[in-house]
């Protein structure tokens, strides 16, 4: 599976954006996938992730409410749509194919494929 992620930009805090990645070589229907982001010095870290179609989203605490993932199957893509940006939000996003056996779903460990990544940038 190859995934392209796009729609990282430099946006002022309380700003929108919306990522995309798209998967390729596999159908994404199969699988649940998964977005992190890392900040420069800081460990990758989990942001969401969306079960197979129609399965759970999970948030992390640090962007419920503004953050919302869906994926489109016919499309074979997922999105982010990130509101009420802050600062902190300023990293770079990855998206993620989750192994078929996996440990808990936070964990970057649980993902064998990664997209390479769009950077996202919140001025105050």
């Known amino acids: 599976v190859q995934l392209q992620a796009s729609g990282g930009g430099l946006v002022q805090a309380g700003g929108s954006l919306r990522l995309s990645c798209r998967a390729s070589?596999?159908?994404?229907?199969?699988?649940?996938m998964a977005w992190f982001r890392q900040a420069p010095g800081l460990e990758r870290e989990f942001v969401a992730r969306?079960?197979?179609?129609?399965?759970?989203?999970d948030y992390a605490d640090s962007v419920k409410g503004r953050f919302t993932m869906s994926r489109d199957d016919a499309e074979n893509t997922v999105y982010l749509q990130m509101n009420s940006l802050k600062p902190e939000d300023t990293a770079a996003y990855y998206c993620?194919?989750?192994?078929?056996?996996?440990?808990?779903?936070?964990?970057?460990?649980?993902?064998?494929?990664w997209g390479q990544g769009t950077l996202v940038t919140v001025s105050s």
């Open positions: 969306h079960g197979r179609s129609g399965g759970r989203i």
């Open positions: 070589g596999r159908s994404s229907s199969r699988y649940a």
């Open positions: 993620a194919v989750e192994k078929e056996i996996h440990g808990d779903y936070d964990n970057p460990l649980s993902y064998g494929y």
